[in-house]
């Protein structure tokens, strides 16, 4: 697959058809996202790779989270994502608390990681999404990501076989948003 039809031909899934996502594949796309560019070479970003065979821990996790009647009341959404999901990798940033734009620079980078672990894994047939909903990383749920202290979760990425097609939301065409020089 090129790398523009992976773009243009990616969505974000999440209704998954419970397959696992092979530990090789998910060990392949942790390979793909450490080459994102970074700058001065700071390579921010840290990884919690959370095979299917560990949802179990995942859907503890959430229980003990889930301490609002709101949150337990979301909690059978997040099950059925978890069910038909076949693997996840969640990004982590290391801070620089001292250095604004470091920091800034390096959550872009590992924004451009997390899209990498996307397109690589849609080349393989995994379909993903991109989560930073409190349900799945908000509160006490940072422990299970081990996100340290100096860290952000820039997100955790479900990934599994599509099990619907999903149709692209439009974007507006290029031609409203750039300003040629
Ligand atoms: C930083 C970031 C956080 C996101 N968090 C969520 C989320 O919590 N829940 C969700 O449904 N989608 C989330 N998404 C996915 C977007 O909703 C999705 O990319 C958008 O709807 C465009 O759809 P597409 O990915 O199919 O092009 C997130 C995307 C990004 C970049």
């Not at 397959?19 to 919690?48: G, M, Q, S, Y």
């Not at 503890?60 to 996840?88: F, P």
């Not at 479900?158 to 290029?174: D, I, N, Q, S, W």
Request: aromatic content about 10%; overall charge neutral.
């Amino acid at each position: 697959m090129h790398v523009s039809q992976a773009i243009l031909s990616r969505r974000s899934h999440k209704m998954f058809r419970g397959d696992a996502v092979p530990d090789e594949d998910l060990k392949h796309l942790l390979e793909l996202a450490i080459w994102a560019p970074n700058h001065k070479f700071t390579e921010p970003w840290r990884f919690t790779v959370l095979p299917k065979r560990s949802f179990g821990a995942l859907l503890y996790a959430l229980e003990v989270s889930a301490d609002t009647e709101k949150a337990r009341s979301k909690l059978h959404k997040l099950r059925d994502i978890i069910d038909g999901a076949g693997g996840a990798i969640a990004v982590r940033q290391v801070r620089s608390p001292d250095n604004p734009e470091r920091d800034l620079e390096d959550y872009a980078a590992c924004a451009i990681a997390c899209q990498h672990i996307q397109l690589g894994a849609w080349e393989r047939g995994w379909a993903s999404y991109w989560t930073t909903s409190a349900g799945f990383i908000g509160g006490s749920l940072a422990d299970f990501w081990h996100a340290a202290p100096d860290e952000r979760l820039v997100g955790v990425i479900f990934l599994g076989k599509a099990a619907l097609e999903m149709t692209a939301v439009r974007r507006h065409p290029v031609d409203s948003l750039a300003v040629w020089l």
